[in-house]
């Protein structure tokens, strides 16, 4: 039996940030309703000259030197991310280039929001369980700041830029052990960019818990396993009350969560490698850990994997 192992993490954040004070000068809003309603504290914003393939090559790099490998050993390229560099080529294509990768494997983009790590995380490991593919890089990277309209206050303060990568590589141990990714195309005009960033947060809101809910009951009883058996949640960092109502149909203590929307805001597809990379990189995720992700985004698209770590 081949599994998919995580054996490296990495993650960048651009140098610029934004506090939520600091956009109480831009736009009418507050800290207090900002923080209240979501959790988020401040994020970080690319520069003007800073590209997705940008963020997604700093984080890579890091995740190709925990991983202890030779970028040319990676032989498929994913980056799920809804704000690429351009409309073609791929960011992964743009990304495989910069990292000087020569090998001639496949590399390709997958735009599920802020589900698609969730759903680059499982194409990759169905190459590498399928005998396609023995490493693979996989990216969640964003610039969501430039796809903001700054007269909506109701969504301009709630989304941050940044990168995650992780290598993944074909094992004789687990690794991946369950995915469940789904898709509702009819609620698609309740979060849209088009180009700016819109949304029907009340009802996102209540879709998102629903759906979450029901996606982590189903990955954990199809393993005859409860909360009590997950030692991480990382969970897509959209909203904290939502993350908080995911722990708690899961009977899950917040203090097995790991909690980063207070400092990157929603990074869509880059979340949950960023929260990720935080909690493997200070200690907190260990080998033989039940590690549990979940998302859910625009599309509507969500999912989740458990992973023994
Ligand atoms: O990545 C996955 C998808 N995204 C999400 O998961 C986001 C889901 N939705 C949410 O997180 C929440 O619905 C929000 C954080 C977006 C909003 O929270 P809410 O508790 O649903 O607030 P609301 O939309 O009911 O707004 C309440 C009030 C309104 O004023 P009135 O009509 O009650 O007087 C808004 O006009 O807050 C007002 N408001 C603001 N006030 C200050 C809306 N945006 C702001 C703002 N600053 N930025």
């Known amino acids: 039996m081949i599994y998919s192992k995580i054996i490296g993490t990495g993650s960048y954040l ?14 009418d809003t507050s800290h207090d309703w900002i923080f209240s309603r979501s959790g988020i504290v401040e994020r970080h914003f690319a520069a003007d000259n800073e590209l997705t393939s940008d963020l997604a090559l700093q984080a890579s790099l890091k995740a190709i030197e925990a991983a202890g490998i030779d970028a040319n050993e990676i032989d498929l390229v994913i980056v799920a991310t809804t704000s690429p560099d351009m409309s073609f080529p791929g960011t992964a294509c743009v990304l495989q280039g910069k990292l000087g ?12 929001v802020c589900g698609g790590f969730i759903y680059a995380l499982n194409t990759a490991d169905m190459y590498i369980r399928g005998g396609q593919a023995k490493t693979v890089l996989v990216v969640g990277a964003e610039v969501l700041s430039r796809m903001l309209d700054w007269n909506d206050r109701t969504t301009c303060v709630l989304f941050g830029d940044g990168a995650g ?6 094992s004789a141990t687990p690794g991946i052990v369950a995915a469940k990714l789904h898709a509702d195309g009819s609620h698609r005009d309740m979060l849209k960019a088009d180009p700016f960033i819109s949304m029907d947060g009340k009802s996102v809101f209540k879709f998102a818990v629903k759906v979450l809910s ?3 009951e189903e990955i954990l009883d199809e393993k005859n396993l409860s909360g009590a058996d ?15 109502a995911t722990a708690k149909k899961l009977g899950m203590d917040m203090a097995k969560v790991v909690v980063t929307v207070d400092r990157h805001g ?3 597809a ?4 960023l929260a990720l990379d935080t909690a493997v990189r200070d200690g907190r995720i260990k080998p033989g850990q039940n590690i549990l992700f979940e998302a859910v985004g625009g599309g509507f698209t969500w ?7």
């Open 14 to 27: 651009p140098a610029k940030v934004l506090t939520n004070y600091d956009l109480e000068k831009i736009v």
């Open 101 to 112: 990768i020569k090998n001639g494997g496949p590399a390709f983009d997958i735009q599920a």
């Open 165 to 170: 990568a992780i290598i993944l590589r074909a």
């Open 214 to 216: 029901d996606v982590v």
């Open 230 to 244: 997950i030692d991480w949640l990382v969970p897509h960092q959209a909203n904290i009350r939502i993350i908080e």
């Open 266 to 268: 929603n990074t869509s």
């Open 270 to 273: 880059a979340s949950i490698p």
């Open 303 to 309: 999912g989740a994997v458990l992973i023994r770590w």
